[in-house]
Nanobody, 122 residues
Framework: QVQLVESGGGLVQAGGSLRLSCAAS????????MGWFRQGPGKEREFVAA????????NYGDSVTGRFTISRDNAKNTVYLQMNNLRPEDTAVYYC???????????????WGQGTQVTVSS
């Protein structure tokens, strides 16, 4: 059984912070790169951040660079997304994904979570 389960989403005011978690089971996490994507209504899935197994490399989408931080705790099989200085345009469903490389394309990831809603009010 392979599972990725996101948590930590919710409603926050612009300028606020939120921390998302993604708990992994099975072979979705072991030796895998982990990524965060988001998708708003009527929009394409957008790359947010990715991190490799050893936490020695991380990539960020242009819209979140400097505001979001991805991290992972392999002992807990968990990846995190710290989101600071949130903006209304950050409103979306956020998805956790696992794959072989820290890619920006959704097609490069093999496993996906159900998503967690993040809503930023103005």
């Amino acid at each position: 059984q392979v599972q990725l389960v996101e948590s930590g989403g919710g409603l926050v005011q612009a300028g606020g912070s939120l921390r998302l978690s993604c708990a992994a089971s099975g072979r979705a996490f072991d030796r895998s790169a982990m990524g965060w994507f988001r998708q708003g209504p009527g929009k394409e899935r957008e790359f947010v951040a990715a991190i490799n197994w050893s936490s020695t490399a991380a990539n960020y989408g242009d819209s979140v660079t400097g505001r979001f931080t991805i991290s992972r705790d392999n002992a807990k099989n968990t990846v995190y997304l710290q989101m600071n200085n949130l903006r209304p345009e950050d409103t979306a469903v956020y998805y956790c994904a696992a794959g072989p490389i820290t890619a920006v394309a959704p097609s490069q990831y093999d496993y996906w979570g159900q998503g967690t809603q993040v809503t930023v009010s103005s």
